[in-house]
């Protein structure tokens, strides 16, 4: 299988780290809130980290973060942010671990007022890459414009997270519902 340009340029290790996420999941729909938190959070630290160091975390954070059960993250308490504080498992970053808790409870809002988060999206879906980090930026913490990019080109959201010529940007195409085939 031929890859975008970004795995190819990767260290041959890198790329194995990398090929399940880009086949599989990057810039895939996602329809399952605690999936679309798990990817907003993964994004969120991996903010001057490399997306390589995320990936060989990935469980840890899956397992620090109850599974990213939003409910359970909405409802940590300080012995839990401490505990995560403590966990090697995952980004030891205060503010990244306030924005996964504090983030979980916007979430919980907002499913409380569109049905789910991904209902959300969907609502204000399409908007440019500005317009999306503006209500990003409103919305949630930690949300520059670069991690809201990446968020919503891995979900689907955003063009452009892989070249025409990957075999996956065929898939990605027909996996995404009809009215968003041409974004």
Known sequence: MSYCKFITSLKPDEQNVHREYHDKHYGFP???DNELFCRL???IN??????????NKQQGFRKAYHDFDIKKVAAYKEKDFKRLMNDAGIIRNRLKINAAIENAK???RLQKEFN?????LDHHHPKTREDWTKLFRQTFRFTGGEI???FLMSTGYLP?????SCPVYRKIIKAK???NRNR
């Open 30 to 32: 996602i329809h399952d």
């Open 41 to 43: 959070i993964l994004e």
């Open 46 to 55: 991996q903010a001057g980290l490399s997306w390589t160091t995320i990936l």
């Open 106 to 108: 916007t979430v919980l």
């Open 116 to 120: 789910s988060f991904k209902n959300w």
């Open 148 to 150: 809201v990019n990446e």
């Open 160 to 164: 452009n997270a892989h070249e025409e």
């Open 177 to 179: 519902p009809a009215w």
